[in-house]
């Protein structure tokens, strides 16, 4: 495996629990419903969740919280993989200042990482490329480029629940590099 993709919202930046916060809804990450679509918990359009003087600005972004497990998550990664091999991939949304607060929050976080943020993720997806990702569509996405996809549990996919998550994309991580080995 050639390099490793750390998506950031939900897998080490705690997106759901600010949107929940700026929104007025109690729903925190470990409840969160079991859907993907932000306007079910949060009981808003699309226009509401992102137009939202709170949401808007790089300030918004920069400040996210890092979930309990990210630290012990990218060291295993990093262990996995070397430091050289492994960055964030991040999806923006219709915000002008939204790939800037990621990148912010990545800079002072985990500065030896380096970060892409854009629209369409799957671009990058290539044989020997590995993604770690929450979305179970961008996993589909990810592997129809020829890349390798391990899904980080989260409420709002097939894994939700799971006790030890980073215990589980370790174990996925290198039952994905056995398979590549055959």
């Known amino acids: 495996m050639k390099h490793l993709w750390i998506d950031l919202d939900g897998v080490v930046v705690n997106l759901v629990d600010r ?46 919280p890092k979930h309990d497990w990210a630290d012990d998550l990218v060291a295993m990664l990093v262990r996995e993989f070397g430091v050289d091999r492994v960055s964030f991939l991040s999806q923006t949304v219709n915000d002008p200042w939204c790939a800037a607060g990621k990148l912010r929050w990545v800079a002072e976080h985990f500065p030896d990482i380096p970060a ?25 996405l990810w592997r129809g480029r020829g890349g390798v996809a391990v899904l980080f549990p989260a409420p709002w996919n097939r894994l939700r629940g799971h006790p030890d998550p980073v215990g589980l994309v370790e174990r996925q991580i290198r039952e994905r590099r056995r398979e590549a080995e055959d």
């Not at 629209?119 to 589909?140: I, Q, W």
């Open 19 to 64: 949107l929940a916060e700026v929104h007025g809804v109690e729903a925190r990450y470990p409840t969160w419903p079991a859907t993907y679509d932000l306007r079910v918990p949060l009981g808003k359009t699309k226009d509401e969740i992102w137009e939202h003087p709170s949401v808007r600005g790089s300030e918004f972004w920069a400040t996210l």
């Open 116 to 140: 892409l943020v854009g629209h369409d993720k799957h671009l990058v997806g290539a044989p020997g490329h590995v993604l770690l990702d929450d979305y179970e569509e961008n996993e589909r």
